[in-house]
């Protein structure tokens, strides 16, 4: 009788900050690209990367809740909100290794991301214990070139996904921008930031005042 094969899981994580549509997109593709039987989105809890201060987590959270909900095998992991101090993918990878042992982990990306990996903490280890997935992507403006990924050096698997250069970033302007005072606001109306995200998503930023442009630093 044949060993049934190891399981593939996915390991997706970020600031979700908020979680936008292009966020969406690449769970898909690394769904149906890679055969994962588990893709986990991992709300970051405090990013060694960030600069600016995030979200409250429990926002953070729920939103990624409501914008994956419907994925089949998306399951929404809080284990990095949860720990203490900063937050290193390869503390995440060494634990799903001890839960699921035996299982074959990919670890999804963006080319920001990819093109920054050689800074991770211990990303000698996460190459040893993971597949990198990376998805190419504009890193300024959508008329941009596509970065070369080969350029870091490193073995990856290249996910295939339309670029966009929709960002978090983007997202959170365009919702201060609707919100501002209508003399307060640029001459040229910025996109509906409520467009760039899932209803659900949109729905909850609204009800909390997230992104406001009364809204504190931590949004």
């Avoid at 959270?61 to 990095?80: H, N, S, T």
């Avoid at 003399?183 to 009800?207: F, K, M």
């Amino acid at each position: 009788m044949c060993a049934p094969a190891a399981r593939r899981i996915g390991v997706y994580g970020g600031a979700f900050d908020p979680p936008h549509r292009a966020h969406r997109a690449l769970a898909e593709a690394a769904l149906r690209q890679l055969s994962l039987d588990t893709l986990l989105i991992l709300p970051t809890g405090q990013a060694w990367h960030k600069a600016r201060p995030l979200t409250d987590a429990r926002h953070r959270l729920a939103m990624c809740r409501l914008a994956f909900a419907d994925l089949p095998g998306v399951v929404v992991d809080g284990r990095e909100i949860a720990r203490d101090g900063p937050t290193y993918t390869v503390d995440t990878l060494a634990e799903l290794r001890a839960e699921h042992p035996g299982a074959a982990l990919f670890v999804v990306m963006g080319a920001d991301q990819w093109l920054a990996f050689r800074t991770w903490r211990r990303w000698e280890d996460i190459l040893r214990w993971a597949t990198v997935a990376v998805a190419n992507r504009p890193l300024v403006g959508g008329s941009a070139p596509l970065p070369d990924l080969a350029q870091v050096g490193l073995p990856f698997v290249a996910l295939d996904l339309p670029p966009t250069d929709l960002s978090a970033t983007a997202v959170r302007d365009q919702w201060r921008q609707a919100n501002r005072p209508s003399g307060a606001r640029d001459a040229t109306p910025a996109p509906d930031g409520a467009a760039l995200v899932p209803p659900a998503v949109a729905r909850y930023i609204s009800d909390h005042r997230l992104y406001a442009a009364t809204h504190g630093p931590a949004a």
